[in-house]
């Protein structure tokens, strides 16, 4: 049974900080890893997602990583920005289904 | 990108009623999926509905409960049957958008309390 961890839980940074995110998971067997990001009360946005064939994937100040051997996956936000607190969800595709990790909870301050 | 479409967003239900929740896509997928995000926690697919076939349920989730229809392409719902307190959660639907390879997409979730 595939489980995802992300670690830190939470996590507060002064504005400006290069921060990163781990995702870990137990099952290799992947069809791919996507990032989201989820606010307070409101559905979730699609970040980056990373195929099962990639190493990383950057869209702007996030770069995100896949090693699937070692199962783990980091998201690198750079200069983070008060605007970027939220909440960031891994999760991996296998067998047509989505497992979500239980999310790292950013706040970033001015 | 695929936007989704989800209603109610919120609403307030006594226990032991029923309530359904809408999701429209605006382009056709193959595959939607509901979810289930209880306060604090992470998501939990429910189950997964795809057009022209029974839907899949999760271990800890059934049809009597969360009854699922998916008549086309574009649009599913979802029921919450027999409501109770531990019902009240953020229900989400998603697809996987055509042409992207994987790339799942949310709708704003469904807020439901039940007293």
């Known amino acids: 049974k595939q489980e995802v961890t992300q670690i830190p839980a939470a996590l507060s940074v002064p504005e400006g900080e290069n921060l990163v995110l781990n995702c870990s998971f137990t099952?290799?067997?992947?069809?791919?890893l996507q990032w989201f990001r989820q606010d307070p009360g409101k559905g979730l946005t699609s970040l980056l997602l990373?195929?099962?064939?990639?190493r990383e994937q950057t869209s702007g100040r996030l770069n995100a990583s896949l090693d699937k051997s070692s199962g783990r996956s980091t998201l690198y936000i750079a200069a983070s920005q008060p605007g970027d607190s939220a909440t960031y969800l891994c999760?991996?595709?296998?067998?047509?289904?989505?497992?979500f990790g239980a999310g790292t909870r950013l706040a970033v301050h001015p | 990108s695929a936007v989704i479409s989800q209603k109610p967003s919120r609403d307030i239900c006594q226990r032991g009623t029923s309530l359904t929740i809408q999701c429209q896509v605006d382009?056709?997928?193959?595959?939607m999926f509901w979810y289930r995000q209880q306060p604090g926690q992470s998501l939990t697919l429910i189950a997964t509905?795809?057009?022209?076939?029974?839907?899949?349920?999760e271990s800890g989730f059934v049809i009597d409960k969360f009854p699922i229809s998916r008549p086309n392409l574009t649009f599913s719902t979802l029921t919450v049957s027999n409501m109770s307190p531990e019902d009240s959660s953020i229900y989400l639907c998603?697809?996987?958008?055509?042409?992207?390879?994987?790339?799942?997409?949310f709708g704003e979730g469904s807020r439901l309390t039940v007293l």
């Open positions: 998603s697809a996987i958008a055509g042409g992207q390879s994987g790339e799942l997409f």
């Open positions: 999760a991996v595709e296998g067998y047509n289904k989505l497992i």
């Open positions: 990373i195929q099962s064939s990639q």
């Open positions: 509905a795809n057009q022209g076939s029974e839907a899949t349920y």
């Open positions: 382009s056709q997928v193959t595959m």
């Open positions: 099952d290799s067997a992947i069809y791919n």
